[in-house]
């Protein structure tokens, strides 16, 4: 069918608008418009594109992924070598790259832009009248892989220029990188699918770009932050480094907002640290900062040296991957009996802390790596992640070492263990010590009865001096008892004697999350209590009413009928309202006083320091609050973290309440459980 002019036109302005919204979300990270109403715009233009296929354009945004997998890569010269980058790894070899500098250029000042150090893989991507036309990896830095058809799929990497006075011919370099969060939703997925596991997000990276099959390529999580020009030709770029950079974000490339352009080498020294302190916080992994010269004039007369440019340094990190000896795996009972291998490391510096321990998961784990008591192992520590073993270095294999076996008896309490595929259980419930003093941490904690000052230590003692055997017989506990125990003063005791007494005033969903039914998490406790509204109702409660509530499946239906059935729970519920734990009962059907931040609308920017937007974003919601990616006159407050941007001058433009992280713990604290 032959399209009219309308159809023409309605074609352009999706496309246009698809683009633009693809800008504010890439590169401004200030999205307009909900996912969902930008899927119906593509939804829309696919659907008009089938209809009249003589209306597609190879840059349209539906072509992103090509229809046929290639079946090898094709080689690519560069037309300006991709350099590498000379290395410092502390702050004198930095005060001796500026000193070079300046006697170089014979002047006391240089002006430097500072970056972080992306943990991916360097692309350079060739555009030709503002069409992307071919995409390469570095290789050797002289010749490397046509990667187009994959680089094709990256929607933060585009396919027409924005704007205009961009050069006929540029070409355009950055990293291609994969988030942590985007790493750990990969790797979950391939362990389900039976599928190799990346040992990091570089890797993950580069192993997705390297699908002969974009297909594949497409639904991977990959990202991209420019970092300079090659090539560029029939056109005039700025004159500076960091003004380049901010022509290409005009242009349409998502810019790191880590850049800074600063007066001196000492600035960057502080910049340095700073990155360090967030380097933790960063939704990607880094390994260190880059220094450059910001004159492109100063550039080119300081020249190069061996395929690295003399303008420009990377000071590097510690390292999050580290080699150490396995000195022992232990196993580790949970509170639910779940039994965790854990490798005993010999201590190593990893990224600045002192790592001595590093979880293997789960059986099937160690096996499928094959870590043995006497290897030696890559360890990795990355963000707030526990520390993990990545591999074994087999080559260094001792003599004689022997293969994991998850014990048949529980190392605490020497019950039988139940083995699943993936996961072996201890089966001596309350009678494991391990078992126990894990489910009285998790009853004391703060999500759940809350009791203030009640640590690990007193558990301990109070359960190994058998002084208490349910968490009911907490609130029976004498005075004397305590005193009598390690390090407790009389003003100690009365403190937590007071703790407790003030704990006995909860409310329902604490409660029932207090009890660490299986499965059942903070959301599921508030869902339970709100869908039956009594502690009565919930122990009554059969599996059809069970999976009527949101939230709850055939299997934590299950645990819970198993749990509220077994007679020593409902003794120690009762033991526990006799003690006085009193909660008002919620009327069903009426959200309100449950979902306190119910009608209220919230938009998080900016990094945060202590959780990621993800997690502050669901425990809002968990509380009844809605979560929104733009600032509008509907919305309650925007909470913005570090480096907040456009969002942050909104909100104050608009004058809606702005909180900063603190005031966003205080918030979700107020009205947790
Ligand atoms: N941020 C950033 N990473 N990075 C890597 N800038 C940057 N520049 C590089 C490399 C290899 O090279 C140019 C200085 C040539």
Not at 82 to 97: C, K, P, R, T, Y
Not at 497 to 502: D, H, S, V
Not at 627 to 641: D, E, F, L, P, Q
């Amino acid at each position: 069918m032959k399209a009219n002019s309308k159809i023409l036109q309605r074609v352009d302005m999706l496309r246009e608008k698809i683009n633009y919204h693809i800008y504010r979300y890439h590169v401004l990270d200030d999205p307009e418009i909900p996912d969902a109403e930008y899927d119906r715009l593509m939804i829309e233009l696919r659907q008009l594109e089938q209809q009249y296929p003589d209306l597609v354009i190879s840059n349209s945004p539906t072509q992103r992924i090509g229809a046929t997998p290639l079946s090898a890569f094709s080689q690519v010269r560069h037309e300006q070598p991709m350099l590498s980058l000379g290395n410092a790894f502390d702050d004198e070899e930095v005060v001796n790259f500026d000193r070079r500098i300046r006697e170089r250029l014979h002047t006391d000042h240089v002006e430097y832009v500072a970056e972080a150090k992306i943990d991916g893989l360097a692309i350079s991507l060739l555009y030709e009248n503002g069409e992307l036309m071919r995409a390469a990896t570095r290789g050797d830095g002289m010749t490397g892989e046509d990667v187009t058809h994959n680089v094709r799929t990256i929607d933060a990497i585009p396919l027409t220029l924005r704007g205009s006075g961009y050069p006929k011919r540029l070409e355009v370099r950055g990293e291609v990188f994969m988030s942590r969060a985007g790493f750990a939703r990969l790797n979950a997925h391939q362990q389900k699918k039976d599928e190799k596991l990346f040992a990091n997000p570089r890797n993950a990276a580069a192993g997705s770009l390297r699908q002969l099959d974009p297909k594949i390529t497409a639904q991977r999580p990959l990202s991209f932050y420019c970092y300079g020009v090659g090539v560029a030709e029939q056109g005039v770029l700025p004159k500076g480094h960091y003004q380049v950079v901010q022509a290409l974000r005009d242009w349409g490339f998502p810019v790191q907002k880590e850049m800074r352009l600063l007066k001196d080498i000492h600035a960057c020294l502080a910049f340095y640290k700073q990155v360090l302190a967030k380097r933790d916080a960063l939704a990607h992994d880094i390994d260190g900062v880059v220094y450059k010269v910001n004159n492109l004039e100063q550039q080119r007369a300081l020249g190069y040296i061996s395929r690295e440019p003399r303008w420009a340094i990377a000071h590097k990190f510690p390292a999050q991957e580290e080699l150490t000896k396995v000195s022992a795996i232990d196993i580790q009972v949970g509170r639910t009996g779940a039994l965790t291998p854990v490798a005993r490391l010999e201590p190593v510096q990893v990224g600045g802390v002192t790592v001595t321990n590093a979880t293997l998961h789960n059986e099937s784990e160690v096996l499928r790596k094959d870590v043995r008591v006497g290897d030696i192992v890559i360890v990795r520590r990355a963000g707030d992640v526990i520390p993990e073993v990545v591999s074994v270095v087999l080559s260094q294999r001792p003599q004689k070492t022997a293969l994991f076996v998850m014990p048949d008896c529980c190392p605490v309490c020497n019950s039988k263990v139940i083995k699943s595929e993936t996961v072996s259980r201890c089966s001596g419930g309350l009678i494991c010590l391990a078992q126990r003093k894990e489910g009285f941490k998790h009853f004391a904690s703060r999500q759940a009865m809350d009791i203030e000052g009640f640590g690990e230590k007193l558990i301990e003692q109070l359960i190994d001096n058998d002084q208490v055997k349910t968490v009911a017989d907490l609130y029976y506990i004498k005075r004397e008892v305590l005193i009598g125990l390690d390090r407790m003063a009389e003003k100690s005791a009365d403190n937590v004697l007071a703790a407790l007494e003030k704990s006995k005033q909860t409310t329902l969903p604490r409660f029932l999350f207090a009890l660490g039914v299986r499965e059942v998490g903070v959301a599921t406790a508030r869902a339970l209590a709100n869908h039956f509204g009594s502690i009565d109702k919930v122990m009554n409660a059969d599996f059809d009413a069970l999976i009527k509530v949101p939230d709850v499946g055939p299997i934590v239906a299950n645990h819970v009928m198993d749990f509220f059935s077994d007679e020593r729970n409902q003794k120690i519920i009762q033991q526990l309202i006799d003690a006085g734990l009193t909660w008002p009962d919620i009327e069903v059907n009426t959200d309100s006083g449950h979902f306190p931040l119910a009608g209220n609308t919230y938009v998080l920017t900016g990094t945060l320091m202590t959780m990621t937007r993800d997690e502050a974003k669901q425990q809002l919601q968990a509380l009844g609050a809605k979560v929104s990616g733009s600032v509008s006159a509907k919305t309650t407050a925007v909470i913005a973290g570090d480096k907040a941007g456009s969002k942050l001058t909104k909100a104050e433009k608009l004058g809606i309440e702005v909180l900063d992280e603190s005031g966003l713990v205080e918030l979700l604290g107020s009205h947790s459980l």
